[in-house]
């Protein structure tokens, strides 16, 4: 005889069953549990002090005011944010989070200020680990402090002008502008240096030949105090002593007033390049002097007549690519 058939669907098949229905019911939800969760940017340190300096130059942009200087940060801070690579955005979160209070914004001095010292902090941060962002804070820094300061010294007469916030290498705030003995950068170099500022000094006496008055006071002042820089760095151990008894310096570039403060301009500018060229790869020990004298270079241009604070660069010495 043949068994009798079941009355009821055996285990087995009641188990595939429900193991079918469970099957549907994911796919219909969009389950995915073989996805792994998305990853969460870990920034390294150097990552940090770049997207830190890149919100301060968006808090120079969205402060920027109608002075000189405000109009002048309005073109060049975008520069210098494009070559921190713009201001990070995080994922946001899927669990909501706590209300935030929003601080006022600063001031557009008070910005300004924060983006010097907080460049000039970071750099030394950085220095170790990413020389290129060192450099490239560095840089800001001086562009920033050169179109803060700069209509305040129109019509001043010549001084020496340390960069604020810069260290000074000895017991006062004079600034240092000279290399120290263990100065990492190439004798060569340093000699060259010496040549651009010998050049100068020239420069200075002939326009004071052709000026009277203030404005040769004012040019005789300045060709000493090139002349003296030129010394120092010749007194250097092992920089060759490459100044000329003369040079080349165009009649028409002395014939007028304006002409003599349009050479002055171009032989100070060419000075603060030389000087800004050098922050790329620059040591610790250097980096004092070298930022004092491009910022006190174009501290000088800026004193002189025609001036424009628009020529001043948003990278002084670096390119976007650093």
Known sequence: MMAPMPSRPSRALGLAITAGILAVAVSGC????????????????TVVLRDEAAIREQTV???ADASESGAVEAVLAPERLEALGGVYVATPSPTPSATVSVAPAPTFDAAVADAIDG???AADAAAEDDPSLAALLRSIALSHALVSDAPAVAGEAPAERAMPAVPASGDDDAGTWTP???????????????VTHDRASFAYEVAAARATGGERERALTRSRLHEARAAALVALPGVEDDRDGLYDVPPSGTATRNA??????????EIAETYAALIDGADAVDVPWILDGAYDAWMQAASLRGFD??????????????
Request: no cysteine; hydrophobic share 50%.
């Open 30 to 45: 969009s389950w995915r549990l073989e996805t792994p969760p998305i990853e969460r940017r870990t920034p390294t340190p």
């Open 260 to 269: 003599r403060a349009a050479t002055e301009r171009a032989v100070e500018t």
């Open 309 to 322: 604070l628009a020529s001043l660069p948003a990278l002084p010495g670096v390119t976007a690519a650093s």
């Open 119 to 121: 460049a000039l902090e």
């Open 61 to 63: 942009i969205d402060v």
């Open 180 to 194: 120290a003995e263990s100065s990492a950068v190439d004798p060569a170099v340093l000699a060259a240096l010496a």
